[in-house]
């Protein structure tokens, strides 16, 4: 059984950075050809897909975050670490990691619980 858990921080003050954990059990985040993603959903508004780590550690960016966003792993852990900096109130969502199948479909079998991301000062 695949698991995923995010972590972090709920509460971030403007201009920090958002620094956010998942850890995957039941899966290798090295295995083709799977790729995991970072996803968050505002309050009140649709999912917006914010980036990739793909299983030999290429990365992929949503355009408008792309400036902002970094994602990274840590295989020895099975972790990948989604980090988005110059934060906003409008950054404020819930977060969720995930995995997407890798085949073109954009299916995301497995998610995480989500971490609910407030920035406030």
């Known amino acids: 059984q695949v698991q995923l858990q995010e972590s972090g921080p709920g509460l971030v003050k403007p201009s920090q950075t958002i620094s956010l954990t998942c850890t995957v059990s039941?899966?290798?985040?090295?295995?083709?050809?799977?790729?995991w993603i970072w996803v968050r959903q505002p309050p009140g508004k649709g999912l917006e897909w914010i980036g990739r780590i793909v299983h030999d550690g290429r990365t992929s960016y949503t355009p408008s975050l792309k400036s902002r966003t970094s994602i990274s792993r840590d295989t020895s852990k099975n972790q990948f670490t989604l980090n988005l900096n110059s934060v906003s109130p409008e950054d404020t969502a819930m977060y969720y990691c995930?995995?997407?199948?890798?085949?073109?479909?954009?299916?995301?079998?497995?998610w995480g619980q989500g971490t609910q991301v407030t920035v406030s000062s």
């Open positions: 995930a995995r997407d199948l890798g085949d073109g479909s954009g299916c995301l079998d497995y």
């Open positions: 039941g899966a290798s985040i090295t295995t083709d050809p799977y790729y």
